[in-house]
């Protein structure tokens, strides 16, 4: 499994931006599997947040972070990154990375097979 390591979260006003990174512990995670990224309010599910594919770097949002939210890689420096901008409360989570064996990035939690520890993002009003 590959080993990766959030960070970047912190405490924000609303109408703020952050960038958040995942460094994998192997550079070629990032080129080799499909990159996610979770998010868990307190007392919710886990939810799908973002992803990018393996081939051609095709990116798929929630509908809740479209147009607000960006995916990309960094495949030289092994890290996935998650650019938040015009963040809420409803914002406020733990962001987890994961990865994916290649192939249609998938919105499903149980689709990833690596997890890191998570990074918290709090928004206030």
């Known amino acids: 499994q590959a080993q990766l390591v959030e960070s970047g979260g912190t405490l924000v006003q609303s109408g703020d931006s952050l960038r958040l990174s995942c460094a994998a512990a192997?550079?070629?995670?990032?080129?080799?599997?499909?990159m996610g990224w979770f998010r868990q309010a307190p007392g919710k599910e886990r939810e799908f947040v973002a992803a990018?594919?393996?081939?051609?770097?095709?990116?798929y949002n929630a509908d809740s972070v479209r147009g607000r939210f960006t995916i990309s890689r960094d495949s030289t420096k092994g890290t996935v990154f998650l650019q938040l901008n015009s963040l809420t409360p409803e914002d406020t989570a733990v962001y987890y990375c994961?990865?994916?064996?290649?192939?249609?990035?998938?919105?499903?939690?149980?689709?990833?097979?690596?997890w890191g520890r998570g990074t918290q993002v709090t928004v206030q009003d």
């Open positions: 990018i594919s393996r081939v051609g770097s095709t990116t």
């Open positions: 994961a990865a994916a064996q290649p192939g249609t990035p998938s919105r499903l939690v149980g689709s990833y097979e690596s």
């Open positions: 192997d550079r070629r995670t990032v080129m080799w599997y499909t």
